[in-house]
Nanobody, 115 residues
Framework: QVQLVESGGGLVQTGGSLRLSCAAS????????IDWYRQAPGKQRELVAG???????GYPHSMSGRVTISRDNAKNTVYLQMNSLKPEDTATYYC?????????WGQGTQVTVSP
């Protein structure tokens, strides 16, 4: 059974930092691509960062330059370090993996950035 569990969200002031974690189970983690998405109320879910099995990272979103994705294969965990947070970063953050054509999502962790 594939399971992704996000943690690390919370309330932070503008300019603050948070590190989110995504703990995975039920997959061959070291061979898996893991992505972080976010979804703000009334908006579409959007890709924030991704990391391949080989550690290649991508940041297609406007958070590029303020976020760093990393992985610890020994802990089956992917991290998202977020710095210089802004109120517009307020959203639920999800991790995602695709296993054999099937997408799996975690339950999400809420990030709220106060002005």
């Amino acid at each position: 059974q594939v399971q992704l569990v996000e943690s690390g969200g919370g309330l932070v002031q503008t300019g603050g930092s948070l590190r989110l974690s995504c703990a995975a189970s039920g997959i061959l983690f070291s061979s898996s691509v893991i992505d972080w998405y976010r979804q703000a109320p009334g908006k579409q879910r959007e890709l924030v960062a991704g990391i391949t099995s080989g550690g290649i990272t991508g940041y297609p979103h406007s958070m590029s330059g303020r976020v760093t994705i990393s992985r610890d294969n020994a802990k089956n965990t992917v991290y998202l370090q977020m710095n210089s947070l802004k109120p517009e970063d307020t959203a639920t953050y999800y991790c995602r993996t695709n296993q054999g054509g099937v997408e799996y999502w975690g339950q999400g962790t809420q990030v709220t950035v106060s002005p």
